[in-house]
């Protein structure tokens, strides 16, 4: 069993905000991220997302990224990035109980 940490994976698989245009470190990024994932995290290992997962505006936007997110290996704990719109404060509970296979921490939760 492992602890992993990583950060600013602003995925776009429902907006047209694509990585790409941020240079060729960033190409198919989410293919690097399915790859390297599958490499090295298991399913005993926990993952803590440090936040900007997407860059959807609301959680319709979002529902494609965060699937994303619950199909890799590893159990998943989310922290809100200045980029998660979708993510309102004060709804973290209605989104754990939405994703129970995920764990949004937020504040005092």
């Known amino acids: ?3 992993y940490a990583i950060g600013d994976l602003h995925l776009s698989f429902s907006s047209d905000k694509s990585m790409d245009r ?8 989410t293919d690097q991220i399915v790859k390297n994932f599958s490499e090295e ?13 997407s860059w959807g505006r609301n959680l319709t936007e979002c529902e494609k990224d ?10 998943k704990i989310l922290t809100r990035g200045n980029h998660d719109l979708f993510w309102d404060v004060k709804k973290t509970g209605k989104l754990n109980r939405r994703y129970p296979d995920l764990l949004f921490l937020q504040s005092d939760y």
């Open 1 to 3: 069993m492992a602890l």
């Open 41 to 53: 995290i298991t399913d005993e290992d926990t993952l803590i997302l440090v936040g900007d997962h």
């Open 66 to 75: 965060l699937d994303f997110i619950r199909s890799l290996p590893g159990r």
């Open 22 to 29: 941020f240079g060729e470190v960033w190409m198919n990024h």
